[in-house]
């Protein structure tokens, strides 16, 4: 199995910058890809970014630009840099581990950002 914990989440003004962490310990197979959703009130869970293993990225429109992904490999860790945040973002981000054996979610964090 693959286990992820999530940090990192929390209350800030619009603005203002957090950073999340995940990471993944368990069955962790060489070639896999990260990522981080979203889902705020009423609304699905929506993609903010992932990372391949190899290191490529792709971005949500709405985060392009503020956002920034990136994943130790010999950690397991995956980190979501986030700037300029606005009121919008606010949501419970979701960490996700995906490779051909598991399809893995973390517990999510909230973060709120105020106006």
């Known amino acids: 199995q693959v286990q992820l914990v999530e940090s990192g989440g929390g209350l800030v003004q619009a603005g203002g910058s957090l950073r999340l962490s995940c990471a993944a310990s368990?069955?962790?197979?060489?070639?896999?890809?990260m990522g981080w959703y979203r889902q705020g009130p009423g609304n699905e869970r929506d993609l903010v970014a992932t990372i391949s293993s190899g290191g490529t990225t792709n971005y949500a429109d709405s985060v392009k630009g503020r956002f920034t992904i990136t994943r130790d490999n010999a950690k397991n860790t995956m980190y979501l840099e986030m700037n300029s945040l606005k009121p919008e973002d606010t949501a419970v981000y979701y960490c996700?581990?995906?490779?051909?054996?598991?399809?893995?979610w973390g517990q999510g964090t909230q973060v709120t950002v105020s106006s």
């Open positions: 996700n581990f995906r490779s051909f054996l598991y399809n893995v």
């Open positions: 368990g069955m962790i197979v060489s070639f896999n890809y």
